[in-house]
């Protein structure tokens, strides 16, 4: 699987947009960007995935760049409530077990 | 829809005791991981299974833990005999073949 390396910590303020970038260097051709985040005592809950360009959801969008060995994911307007360790994770989609690695995560802490 | 269930989600035992830790997963996922957060080593896969399977146990630290899953819905962590060093929060996750992992709320174990 790919190895990531993102951001340690992050502090932003309420109402302004969080970009966390995750770096990826040796991605595969089938490899997929996925984003989980997990709050205090809670277990990771996924945010968002992509394979290239843009996507976004309700929660996030998520930027791509041709060459893939980047990516950014990006929180617009964040509360209080979007503190949480952020995980970046690279894997091939439908992989056998989909085996999943956590690196360290971004933590972001959201000040009022 | 019920999420991943676990219990206890909280267990207080003494050093050489056995502790089971249990898990539904969500109905109709068929790979079901264990894995183990604590804040020196981050988040670790201990074992996942596909289809009530063991796939790839290589997280598991020693022989004194063991994995089960009779049937698709009901999965067991049996640690024996529990030390110190293995208090941590231990989430169980169940992903319907797909990369997306659905954590339960974890299981706080301290060992003292």
């Known amino acids: 699987l790919a190895k990531t390396t993102q951001p340690i910590s992050m502090d932003s303020y309420e109402g302004q947009e969080v970009n966390i970038t995750c770096s990826h260097n040796n991605i595969a051709t089938n490899d997929y960007i996925t984003w989980y985040q997990q709050f205090p005592s809670q277990g990771p809950r996924f945010i968002i995935q992509g394979y290239k360009t843009k996507v976004t959801n309700e929660v996030a969008s998520l930027f791509i760049p041709a060459d893939r060995k980047s990516s950014t994911l990006s929180l617009p307007r964040v509360s209080l409530s979007d503190t949480a360790v952020y995980y970046c994770?690279?894997?091939?989609?439908?992989?056998?077990?989909?085996?999943?690695?956590f690196g360290g995560g971004t933590r972001v802490l959201v000040k009022p | 829809d019920a999420g991943v269930i676990q219990s206890p989600r909280h267990e207080v035992t003494e050093m050489g005791q056995e502790v089971t830790l249990r898990c539904k997963p969500i109905?109709?996922?068929?790979?079901l991981f264990w894995y183990r957060q604590t804040m020196m080593r981050g988040l670790e896969l201990l074992i996942y299974?596909?289809?009530?399977?063991?796939?790839?146990d290589s997280g598991m630290p020693e022989d004194r833990f063991s994995a089960k899953m009779p049937n698709a819905s009901f999965s067991t962590l049996k640690i024996q005999p529990s030390e110190p060093r293995d208090s941590a929060v231990y989430f169980c996750?169940?992903?319907?073949?797909?990369?997306?992992?659905?954590f339960g709320p974890g299981t706080r174990l301290t060992v003292l």
């Open positions: 994770l690279v894997g091939p989609f439908k992989a056998a077990g989909n085996k999943l690695t």
């Open positions: 299974f596909n289809n009530n399977v063991p796939i790839d």
């Open positions: 109905s109709g996922h068929n790979s």
């Open positions: 996750a169940s992903s319907p073949q797909l990369y997306t992992q659905y």
